[in-house]
């Protein structure tokens, strides 16, 4: 599950995890997340989520949804995909196993390991 409200960003990852097979639900929208999780939680292997969804927001949005997440039992890989790694910290303190590593999505193009594995650093 990718969530994100850059579409730019969202065809990306959608594209790179089609390329090894994967499918991938997006959603622009907490609330889009929730529902896609509620109904395909035993199909997501891992997400991608951004902090703030909102441009210029400050509020923990992420952190709340991975929180949320988390309460409900789900317990595979969250990788925090924020520009800030303020906003990134608050995402791992409240559940998610790594952050984003940009330098290593960009650079993907071999099979192997696990795709979310290869994008995070682990906390």
């Known amino acids: 599950l990718a969530v994100e409200d850059d579409e730019k960003i969202l065809d ?7 390329e090894f097979g994967i499918v991938v639900y997006t959603a622009q ?3 889009e ?3 896609l999780f509620m109904e395909h939680a ?3 292997s891992g997400m991608l ?3 703030t969804l909102t441009a ?3 509020s923990p949005e992420g952190a709340e949804f991975i929180r949320d997440v988390r309460k409900r039992g789900y317990t ?3 990788v925090a995909c924020s520009s ?3 906003m990134n910290a608050s995402m791992i303190k409240d559940g998610a196993t790594g952050k984003c590593r940009a330098e290593k999505y960009r650079g993907l193009k071999e099979t192997g390991p696990s795709v979310l594995m290869m994008l995070m650093e682990s906390t």
């Not at 990306?12 to 089609?18: L, M, N, P």
């Open 12 to 18: 990306s990852h959608k594209t790179r995890f089609k």
């Open 29 to 31: 929208s907490y609330s």
């Open 33 to 35: 997340a929730m529902r």
């Open 42 to 44: 035993s199909h997501i």
């Open 49 to 51: 989520v951004d902090g």
């Open 56 to 58: 210029g927001s400050v």
């Open 76 to 78: 595979r890989p969250i």
């Open 84 to 86: 800030s790694d303020d």
